[in-house]
């Protein structure tokens, strides 16, 4: 397999969660719902995850639900605030995943005016725009992500919170990127809801929570069921649920660790990058995730540098492994005024616990061959 | 443990684990990644798409990812009808659809949809002909189960799939208890939409899946937006585990269904003949004849529910669907077939599984039998022993368990000695306190009851108080017997129970 180096993608699943995973796997089964012995010891389970997922972004127990990932948690955040109000307006920045804007989007038929949120060639929000849009009529909800999964470009959600509720709406945050990278305190960031996805931070695929602020009217999306107090229909998926509260109590012990661990790794990265003549880095001035860049090479298409990487031996990505494979430039990066022809050339290496310096070293020996030849 | 409640969730295969975990381990790529790591991921998710499909007589590409059966409801029931268009849409369905079903269609039914209800006849089933009569010209989909969840009764579905095509009407079927334990052949029975969970047939819970057709063409408006994937009808990053698991449960299902589902239908009668030999006042909740291998669903007159599922210990059977026991209602689906909520209330689910054993199947009919035994002379009926229930499986407080699971007063004495009764306005509960005296003294005492372990504890515990107690010292409250047994808010009306019948043994006294 070749070297990993798309973290946010998805990450590999730390043998610590799996060990703790494994019982709900082969050893005691029921159904969490369940009244008896075994329902029982699920439950008991369950709620011990919700405590440790709560805690790594400070937020209460009872204010996270559980979701099937990321994607749903947007999807509920979204729809679940704007499904029994008559429609007003609905904001979402222009740089959010798929998740965050198709489903706003969605809304669409529904009558809701969907606008996005400017931002400027950092990826940042365009602050003044934003204030004059909220004040142009009224807003429901305003959803902006923490962390840009493309650039790693970390957004001011305290100074946006304290604005959006100005002007009387909710801010959702997608923190599916940010969490477990950096501090991530929903209480202090303001925010009233939060999306997180256990995949991106070591634990399994399939399990996600959205955190919730006990004032928001919420309404489910998958009907059926008393689970997550009526707001979430479904079977719990026990043995993901009690991986995904590991994985996040071992991201926030390991937090500083981490973060350390791949800032050593992107530095001379980033070093080595700024020598090659062409080279861009997006939302380089910035605050960003300690493990992540993307980059352009001037006159290189980022489909064709990603199969000669392959090639090569590295697996990197261009974007949202969600919209791999349409060829379409980054949103993100058109969002930030980029041309296309330079958003197509992008990159995005996102570094991990398992990566090593020579790794980096190799990479960068990769992608001088390129221009060179 | 005995676990008899398969139709909840069921183990893990071993074999399925195993497939599982090279996907939790080295090979974590994102099934929607380019590079050789999403590759991978990606082979083995449509390797498991053609596992699923296989066990149906369906296309891989007919396969629609969802996180579970809850998910799969909800996005046919909804995508189908919002992708029509609500305005004066009309659909049918019945009262004992899964509650992801019911509560799918009361929502869309709130904005404005039409909905026929449809009510099972007395054994549970929907025919084919009460939902062509439903049929009205704005009919756009008909969502019916195959095998009912609580009862294992087998709808018509076969037959009315080509019905419901001829007429151009889309249907879906939720299949969650019927795959894997019926055959199904979607190639031949021409359902339009089919649900499926992967953790009721030993594979992983947390996923499942969508049947839908492509010819002709099901249409739906996806229900999570974001990223495309799973050709835009359901977004998300696909867990590859579990979708290998599912996969791999499939294909094991479908290579034992023959053999397994004559071994349980074989162990099910078992049970049904064992418990209806030794106990009289059985109901069977259910078809006798049209019903999945494996579940058995009983009502025991003359118990209380709550008390007889206590008296099980880790006897591991259900009272109604696992998604709503939280609720502590009645099962609404038992209510349709027409049960009374007592009897409705006193209702066990037994469901067998692939590690089912003949041994424990004779062990959990000896527990229920003992425990109805029990339960019914407790109440004043029958002359079996009292059985002291093993194990406080369910969290009783320590004093109303030690009372209730060790029933030493529970009796009738001899004529001449004092009665006093006292009861719910429902009837739900019953007390009957019972005291021999000598002089003013009562020197034994006894009571009989009908209601849950808290109202048998108050019991249990009243009798042995009132012993060498004379009249004049008879006081005692709720309260006081509240604080004696921990009896939480929620079950206030026991120790109100045990006021009365005291204030009423007090005054029998006197009058005496």
Known sequence: ???????????????????????????????????????????????????QVAQLINAQPGEILWTSGGTESNNL??????????????????????????????????????????VNADGLVDWPAFERQLGAGPVRLVALMRANNETGVIQDIGRAAALVHAAGAWLHVDAVQAAGKIPVDFDALQADLMSLSSHKIYGPKGIGALAVKSHVELTPLHHGGAQERGLRGGTENVASIVGFGVAAELALQELEARAHHVLALRRPLEQGLREIPGIRIFGESAERLPNTVQFALAGYDGEALLMQLDRKGFAVSSGSACASGLGEPSHVLIGMGLDRDTAKGAIRVSLGQDNKPAEIEQFLVALRGFVSA | MIYLDHAATTPLDPAVLQAMLPWLQGRFGNPASDHAWGQAARAAVERARSQVAALLGA????????????EANNLAIKGALEFRGLRGAHMVTARTEHKSVVDSVRQLESQGLRVTWLKPDAQGLITAEQVLAALTPDTALVSLMWVNNETGGINPVEALAPLLRERGILFHVDAVQAAGKLPIDLSRTPADLLSLSAHKLYGPQGIGALFVRKRPRARLSPQLHGGGHEQGMRSGTLPTHQIAGFGEA????????????ARLSALRDRLQQLLQAALPGLHLNGHPQSRAPGILNLSFEGVEGESLRASLGDLAVSSGSACSSATREPSYVLRALGRDDELAGASLRFSLGRGTTPAEVDQAAARVIGAVGSLRRIAGSGTAALVSPPLNAHGYAAPVWAAFSDPRHAATLPEGAI????????????????????????????????????????????????EGRSAGELQLSAADLRAALEIGDDKAQCALLGEDAVLALERQMSLA
């Open chain 1, 1 to 51: 397999m070749p070297t990993y180096l798309d973290h946010n993608a998805t990450t590999r699943v730390d043998p610590r969660v799996l060990e703790a995973m494994l019982p709900y796997l082969s050893g005691p089964y029921g159904n969490a719902s369940s009244l008896h012995r075994y329902g029982r010891a699920a439950r008991d389970a369950v709620e011990q995850a919700r405590a």
């Open chain 1, 77 to 118: 955040a979204l729809k679940g605030t704007t499904d029994r109000v008559a429609p007003t307006r609905l904001l979402y920045g222009v740089t959010e995943h798929p998740a965050v804007m198709e489903a706003a989007e969605s809304l669409k038929e529904r009558g809701w005016q969907v606008e996005p949120v400017a």
């Open chain 2, 59 to 70: 296309q891989p590409e007919e396969i629609i990812w969802t996180s579970g059966a809850t």
């Open chain 2, 250 to 261: 499939c294909r094991i299902a479908g290579e034992r269904m023959a053999e397994e589902g």
């Open chain 2, 419 to 466: 009665a006093a009764s006292a009861g719910s306005p429902a009837g739900a509960l019953r007390l009957r306190l019972q005291a021999e005296l000598d002089g003013r003294r009562i020197v034994r005492a006894a009571w009989q009851a009908y209601g849950c372990p808290v109202t048998l504890a108050v019991g249990e515990w009243l009798a042995g108080w009132l």
